[in-house]
Nanobody, 128 residues
């Protein structure tokens, strides 16, 4: 079964860290730009970070710049999101999505329906 599987979420205190993983099952991530998105209760889904298929280009939402780092290991078909200095406003369900790099969109700028795969989400809760 071809799918993306997120892991690494949990409950952490403000100022703490978590590392999320997005692993491909049944296919390779080599030809996909991978985006991390999040959705908090009552809010729309927002883009958090994106990494190109080669790993050579990355992008971050202003709200997470300097705190989050995206990376990928194509040999393991896995993308990571290292989240440091977490804040209560980072609380959300985090999703990863795979956008075919061959479509020509800049990083993760393609609309949701252009993504081939989405993960089921992992909950991140930042609270004392």
């Amino acid at each position: 079964q071809m799918q993306l599987v997120e892991s690494g979420g949990g409950l952490v205190q403000p100022g703490g860290s978590l590392r999320l993983s997005c692993a491909a099952s049944g296919f390779t991530l080599d030809y996909y730009n991978i985006g991390w998105f999040r959705q908090a209760p009552g809010k729309e889904r927002e883009g958090v970070s994106c990494i190109s298929s080669s790993g050579g280009s990355t992008d971050y939402a202003d709200s997470v710049k300097g705190r989050f780092t995206i990376s990928r290991d194509n040999a393991k078909d896995t993308v990571y999101l290292q989240m440091n200095s977490l804040k209560p406003e980072d609380t959300a369900v985090y999703y990863c999505g795979a956008l075919p790099a061959g479509l020509g969109y800049a990083l993760c700028s393609g609309p949701p329906h252009e993504y081939d795969y989405w993960g089921q989400g992992t909950q991140v809760t930042v609270s004392s």
